[in-house]
Nanobody, 123 residues
Framework: QVQLVESGGRLVRAGDSLRLSCAGTGQRFKSSDMGWFRQPPGKEREFVAGIDWSGGAETYADSVKGRFTISKDNHNNMMYLQMGALKPADTAVYYC????????????????WGQGTQVTVSS
């Protein structure tokens, strides 16, 4: 199994930058594709960014392209989302997820999830 814990969410102002972290444990973390999702208040959870198990390929939702960067550090069992030029529409609970099954990227079978971290962007 893979255990995931997000951190780094906080209240920021429009235009600010923020880095979210996802700490992973478990034997299969290093070989798992990873993703970031978010759920705005009153709305459905949506895909934000994904990265293959090795960190060699990335994919992004159109709404965050050019502003967000996903990365994975297999040596330290960490995954990150660097967010820039934040907008009020980015306000959401952000979740990290892991797909331990091979051959799915960029489409994930998201089996493991973190608890979420709140990001609030004020205008």
């Amino acid at each position: 199994q893979v255990q995931l814990v997000e951190s780094g969410g906080r209240l920021v102002r429009a235009g600010d930058s923020l880095r979210l972290s996802c700490a992973g444990t478990g034997q299969r973390f290093k070989s798992s594709d990873m993703g970031w999702f978010r759920q705005p208040p009153g709305k459905e959870r949506e895909f934000v960014a994904g990265i293959d198990w090795s960190g060699g390929a990335e994919t992004y939702a159109d709404s965050v392209k050019g502003r967000f960067t996903i990365s994975k550090d297999n040596h330290n069992n960490m995954m990150y989302l660097q967010m820039g030029a934040l907008k009020p529409a980015d306000t959401a609970v952000y979740y990290c997820a892991a797909d331990p099954l091979p051959g799915n990227f960029p489409t994930g079978t998201w089996r493991y999830w973190g608890q979420g971290t709140q990001v609030t962007v004020s205008s």
